[in-house]
Antibody, heavy 124, light 106 residues
Framework: EVQLVESGGGLVQPGRSLRLSCAAS????????MHWVRQVPGKGLEWVSG????????GYAAFVEGRFTISRDNAKKVLYLQMNNLRGEDTALYYC?????????????????WGQGTLVTVSS | DIQMTQSPSSLSASVGDRITITCRAS??????LSWFQQKPGKAPKLLIY???SLQSGVPSRFSGSGFGTDFTLTISSLQPEDFATYYC????????FGQGTKLAIK
């Protein structure tokens, strides 16, 4: 059974940092691109970042503006999102999601399976 | 960036109805289009990818069509569990989503 379990969310002050993790199981993690997508409660979905299976290609949404870094550890089967200089508008539920297709060489993915999310609240 | 626009933003329908949701891309995306269903408090669920390919385990009453800039999601006979919010997403370039369509019971 595919499982994606996000962690690392919480309350943080503006300008501070947070690192999110997504632990994967039930599939061959190092065969699939992985992504972070966020959702303000009650609002729509917003893609944040993605990384290919081998980390050769990485993409970010324009609003990231160099503040976030996505990475993965295929040996540990974990996806990360390092978020620096957080702003109030970054407050959201952050999901990690798995590509539907194996060995895709770009981050232009169809998002097959999603975790349950971790809530990030940026407030003083 | 590619902008995705869904219509309508909300829709009321009855069990057994046939409904269609439309998604329009700001530029051609070939068939790089997915549809998701999201229920309150739950993660999105992939229904359709490649504009018309049904994800494994998704009931056949769901179907997708389209090419280029205009796409549709059709539910042929609404069931009680289908009342949810639906999103389209393009994967032609880095992903982007439509704003969502909330499907409510009439």
């Amino acid at each position: 059974e595919v499982q994606l379990v996000e962690s690392g969310g919480g309350l943080v002050q503006p300008g501070r940092s947070l690192r999110l993790s997504c632990a994967a199981s039930g599939f061959t993690f190092d065969d699939y691109a992985m992504h972070w997508v966020r959702q303000v409660p009650g609002k729509g979905l917003e893609w944040v970042s993605g990384v290919t299976y081998n980390s050769d290609s990485i993409g970010y949404a324009a609003f990231v503006e160099g503040r976030f870094t996505i990475s993965r550890d295929n040996a540990k089967k974990v996806l990360y999102l390092q978020m620096n200089n957080l702003r109030g508008e970054d407050t959201a539920l952050y999901y990690c999601a798995k590509d539907v297709r194996r060995l895709r060489s770009t981050v232009n993915s169809d998002l097959e399976f999603w975790g349950q999310g971790t809530l990030v609240t940026v407030s003083s | 960036d590619i902008q995705m626009t869904q219509s309508p933003s909300s829709l009321s329908a009855s069990v057994g109805d046939r409904i269609t949701i439309t998604c329009r891309a700001s530029q051609s995306i070939s068939t790089y289009l997915s549809w998701f269903q999201q229920k309150p408090g739950k993660a999105p669920k992939l229904l359709i990818y490649g504009a018309s390919s049904l994800q494994s385990g998704v009931p056949s009453r769901f179907s997708g069509s389209g090419f280029g800039t205009d796409f549709t999601l059709t539910i042929s006979s609404l069931q009680p569990e289908d009342f949810a919010t639906y999103y389209c997403q393009q994967s032609y370039i880095t992903p982007s989503f439509g704003q969502g369509t909330k499907l409510a019971i009439k």
